[in-house]
């Protein structure tokens, strides 16, 4: 990793060509970005009920409807009637539109004067106010007509249009926009007219969704900007700071969409969020980044840049691998989601926090190098940024004093919040995109209030054919609907057996009481002979052989539509029988079904990355418990994060379900920055108090600066249009708080009591292997129980003439020089006698180690040396569950001692 | 005298004469919409009985069709008065429903309707239904029966030329037209050549095509007669389209006797069908 970032410092040239180049082609891309807006990209692809949806759709019409919605007062009268009458006629005339069901359109079997009549409104317009009187009281006591397609007021009317999209005449991206756009247009012709004329339907969500997906690229991506600028600016006060992110963010923004237009990956309402979340996780790795690079120069401040940095690099290359890992996987692991939204969404975050990583690593180095000693002079000054500094002495108090009690009190908090997880709710409904009192909800809440709610699900039954001109099919299809009613759930129900109902009512001299079924297969025949085909194929087929009851309501809460599904569902089983096919399907269903696969999904991908980083950092750290520590910071976040949305009721959607694994993803890159850290600290002392109090001292600034700039970044897409993403983003704020008081608190209390000792820093101390394969100390040790063994011992550094081990004094450590070379310096009476000379894995002290003695001989560095030390108290402790290492180690320190018994000089450096 | 003129509707649409006569010249180029129209009424006038057994044809947007078997029965009187019978035969369920219209010398008309499975009674129809569909159909009763001249304003309108063809264009219009607009509600196409109506355009309020009455297969009845075998009706809005296909047609008394034109006859000829379920 050090060698990654210092391309940019050794090839400037190079490394800005390839990140020019890159961006110039991948840029290409951005032309060829496409939106998806449609529906379909919320049900699962492999929804089994999808074939007998479009089945049903194919023979009754499909429940993808616009509803035109008209109210006025003096609905009832010649001219308003005629205008209304325009109105429809003119949809009817709009392309795509395959079919208007009206006040007008739907036929009757009664006339004027109440006999028989097979007609429709469009046959004769009431010519005088006094006629258009007479008709109103016909139609409100039509049940066909109430609640459908007339409010019981009489005082709102709905225009049902059908559109069709044949042969793809328009992309199909494009048909609900262009739809939408048309009726819009024809709509503001009308709007003098009536007091109040809008659309509701899949072309008007359609289009909002554009416009708002639209306005929220524009503002909010700019908005986390500043945001993250004032973050960082105030906290560190450094240009440079304010400044990497932005250009990182910048170009990273540029691969993503670029190369989602190559890979014909569309942008979905999700991908609002991408310019922020790029900016505000982007930003982290930097801040940790420029923090790094301020405490390296402030160590040597005439060092010259390339050593900073990659004095820098050691200490942050494989933290900052790590955490663009987890970041990645926090987003990749929706990549496997059946959900097309969610998947899509997971690419283009995917690629997104790979492409800052890359972007980051290549291009932060170079700027620090040609800008980053003039700008990183004045962090830790005054004011904010004094704040983390304050924070960590705050909560070490509480550390200290009452660490017993901060963990229950946390333990209990989250006890709480977990139940109140319990009452969270799920939703996948596309109305839930919009803010409940904006203008789309608002409309959809009067048309629901009026007439029926917008939502549309068939109940559909199959048997053979003729057989819906049975009575007692068509009293089954009768029980179902009294079953619907009873529920008390869904707005209205019709079929079949409301049409002959009302026939029979009407033949029957139009005695509401008479609104029997006809009970001969005769007479249901006969009847039948007055309806038209097209007032009967929303309900039944060609050849009598399937029946369709129509629903609509107005339900978005999954859980609760499930559970009323279900009920129904079983219901419809119970009363269609053994001999008929029942199937409960529409659009709003399979969304709805989609939204238990939305939290299964969910489930498993917040398993996984928690499978994941538990995995990866207890490798990591060899050691299980390093995989446990990583995840308790990360776990708090989320068990707060589903408390406070079952607490305040905010449901479980797309945006929101994803959540727990993005801020997983993100909220461990702090643990995992703080850990490193922290086991680089301990490599060097054994006071592990002390280390962790100088790791949370080190990593406060990056870690509260990076979190509050997290927050404040997600903080902005509350402004969002869409209601998911306003609460992803509220949510993902209080995450990012939640996290610095999880890293900052709870970790370090537990962190003192788990020594973790790093593979990285193994693998990263560049000693020769050869030094482990030789040194007599790990003779015969097999490879993992040679690095079980060095991870044990504490890495120590010295300069030339620094005195490694003091003569006289008593202490029981042990050492293995892996760099340099040292000399063993007996003193007697004042006079120094040189004994010997030692090199790369060479030991010393083993004596003082084996048995309680003073230190007969001195040990000084001849040149920078590295070197493991091996303090017996610890050995014993940490390699009691290990007997064959301990056994192997003592057999090897036994060789080491009677070889050194046939020479004085050795001798005196064992017992040094 | 019963005059009986039977003729196998296809046989005589097949035959090479089936193009009416044509008129060489044009003495209708000044008339008004009402001339034009009594004169079209009176080329047309047909014998006063018919009996014609038909194929009603239904077929939906999707191609799929249905099929019923129908009898008409018409008596025309000579002081303006008639009857209409509609029964149906096939399926056998609609068997016997039967549509009967009496039109007295003022114009009067009177519609009744005949459901065996229903009971005995005959359900009284209203006037609007004679511009409403007849039983599932495209077709309404006027479209059946012909439009009453006295019903409508009549205007005429330029002459057009289809496919090199000339037709007179007539407009009827509601009597009581609306207070701010006068829409026409039909628009004939006649031929020049024969004074048939070849095309009926049903409009709406803003003169846009809501069905289309087409006639074809013209056979000459005798004199300056002549009948299509094939009616179609295709609704411009539904997609769907009606057929009325004339398997025989008959003019004889024997065939229309008074008795057909009652719910006696009716319910004697199908009765009251008894509960099956």
New interface residues.
Partial sequence: MTRLFLLGVDRPRVIALVLFTLTVLLGSGLGRLRLDTSFDSLIPAHDPSRQIYQQVTREFGSDNKTIIYVAEPELWT?ARL?QL??LQ??L??LQFVE??DSLF?L?TVQ???G?????SI????P?TDAEARILREQILSNPLYVGNFLSRTGEATAIIVSVVNPDQAVAEDEFNQTVFSNIETLLARYENQFQRVFQVGSPRIDAEIRGSLSRDFVRLGPLAALALLSAVFLFLRSALAAALPLATSFITLIWTFGLLGWLNVPLNVLSAMIPALVIVIGSTEDTHIMAAFAKAAAGDARAPARAIIGKAARQLGVPVALTVLTTTLGFATNLASDIGLIRDFAVAATIAMLSNGVVTVLLAPMLLARFGQATTTRSASAGLARFPAWLVQRFAVLQDRHPAATILLTVALCGVLALQAARLHITNDPFSYFPADGKLLTDTQIVHEDLAGVRVFFVNLQARPDAF????NIARLAQIQAFIANQHAFDLSLSLADQLAFINRV?RGDKPDAALL??????I??????????EL?PYVS?DFSQANIVVRHNISDSRQLSAYIQALENAVSRIAGPDMRTALVGESLMLNRAADSLMAGQLQALALILGLIFVIMSVMFTDLRGGALALIPASIPIIVMFGVMGLLDIALNPATAMLGVIAIGIAVDGTVHLLSRYNDLCRRTSDDQAAVRQAVTEQATPLVVSGLALSLGFGVLMLSEFAIIAQFGALAAAIMLVSIFANLLITPIIMVRWRLVGLHQIVGMQVDPRVFEHSPLLLGMSGYQRRKAILISELHEFDAGDVLIQQGEFKRSMYMLLEGEVEVIQTENGEESHLARLGPGEIFGEVGYLHAARRTAMVRALEHVAVLRFDHDKMQSDLRHFPRIAAKLHDNISMVLKDRTGSNIPHQAASA | MAMALVAPAHAVAESAGTRPQAVQTDPWADADGPSLMRAVRERGRQYPYAYEELAMILIDKEGRHRTRRVRRFTRARADGSGELLVLFDLPETVGGVALLAHRDRDGRSRTSLYLPALGPDLVEAGTSATRASVLGTDFSVEDLVGERLDGYRFMRRADETISDTGYYVVDAHALDPGPDEDPPLYRHYILKDSLIVIRTDTLDAAGRLLKRHTRHDFQHVGGQIWLPNLLMMRDAVTRHRSLLRVERRVFSRDYVPDEVFSATWLRRNYPPVETTE
């Fill in positions: 010649a005629r009458d325009m006629r003119d009817g005339q079919r208007i359109s036929r006339d004027d004067a006999r028989i009549g097979e007609r469009s046959d004769r317009i010519r001109r049975e009575p007692a033949f006809p009970d001969s297969r005769e007479l025949s006969q009847y039948l002979l007055f309806f038209h085909r097209s194929e060609h």
